[in-house]
């Protein structure tokens, strides 16, 4: 039987590809406010400079390449059913070939209509020109989950945790919720293998869990081999 392993990532999972992570200490939040960039206000009142931050963050990805975690998670579904939940909105998942990946903070390469969240696309230029709009006449705005909005994908994501026998998280604070709770969605006795070289907040997690201080690109390909070795067992 395939063993059905979920994994859960932030920011750090592409910091080895060369995209910077939001809180550490030079992290994005220390470059720009939360509030001038990443609130549905801003998007109202500052619309210009909410749009030119994804377009440069858009451009940015399109640069970067997927690393050796992404790469090990994507090969992991020849011996696993494997679930990738992210709070990443670059497709380097996608791109190192993941097959099941679930946005919970949206994606850069998508715009959506302001009016309708059912109304996506794909963009079509990398640069979101400021007046393009929807077919439902609206303007389009990045399909990005704003601070302050709900998190269309969580409950979809819950229901995908909550199906683990293994669950890998990597690379985040833990810092920002609903996303963060997710680890509560395990059930229990499950193990929990993090993967940060941080000090991501863990006090609230209950299951067994496992710390491994390492940057993604070593530390997840290395864990990967050795759940391997453990389940051809
Ligand atoms: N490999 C793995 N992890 C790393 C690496 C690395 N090379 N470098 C840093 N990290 C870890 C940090 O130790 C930290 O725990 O990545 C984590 C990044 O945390 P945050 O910057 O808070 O990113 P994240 O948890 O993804 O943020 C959640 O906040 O603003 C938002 O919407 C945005 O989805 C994002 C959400």
Partial sequence: MRPRIVVFTGAGVSADSGISTFRDSDGLWANYRIEDVCTPEALRYNRQQVIEFYNMRRRESLTKEPNDGHLAIAKMEEWADVRVVTQN???????????????????????????????IYDVEEVEQQLDARAEDGALLRPHIVFFGESVPMFEAACEIVATAEILIVVGTSLAVYPAASLVHYVRRDVPIYLVDPGNPDTRLIRNPLTHIRERGAIGVPQLIEQLRNEFSK
């Fill in 89 to 119: 909105v670059d497709n380097l998942h996608e791109r190192a070939g993941s097959t099941h990946v679930t946005h919970l903070h949206g994606e850069l390469m998508k715009l959506r209509s302001e009016l309708n969240p059912n109304l």
